[in-house]
């Protein structure tokens, strides 16, 4: 059965830092964070291929660092300079089809992790 686990979630003050991880049950060519806020659609964050190749959405540049231990199948998300719009669910997500797009906006996941929740104080 396919997990994907996500930790490191929590409290913040504007301007501080958070880390995000994601422990996968196995290998995953494609792995990427999503975020939700209440009442709006889930959007990607940060995609990475199994090559390290990376994309972001362009209010998390120069901000965010996404990564990833392939040899521990984890996933990382290290968020910095972080204001009150990065406040949302984040969502580990996957999927293994080599032929699919593995970057922001245009990635399809076939699985989702449970979320954890980011809230950055002003």
């Known amino acids: 059965q396919v997990q994907l686990v996500e930790s490191g979630g929590g409290l913040e003050q504007a301007g501080g830092s958070l880390r995000l991880s994601c422990a996968a049950s196995?290998?995953?060519?494609?792995l990427a964070w999503f975020r939700q806020v209440p009442g709006k659609e889930r959007k990607g964050v940060s995609v990475?291929?199994?090559?390290?190749?990376?994309t972001y959405l362009d209010s998390v540049k120069g901000r965010f660092t996404i990564s990833r231990d392939n040899t521990k199948n984890i996933l990382y998300l290290q968020m910095n300079s972080l204001e009150p719009e990065d406040t949302a669910m984040y969502y580990c997500?996957?999927?293994?089809?080599?032929?699919?797009?593995?970057?922001?906006?245009?990635?399809?996941?076939?699985?989702w992790g449970q979320g954890t929740q980011v809230t950055v104080s002003s």
């Open positions: 990475m291929d199994d090559a390290a190749t990376a």
């Open positions: 196995g290998f995953f060519y494609c």
């Open positions: 997500a996957a999927h293994a089809r080599w032929d699919e797009p593995c970057r922001v906006g245009a990635m399809s996941p076939d699985y």
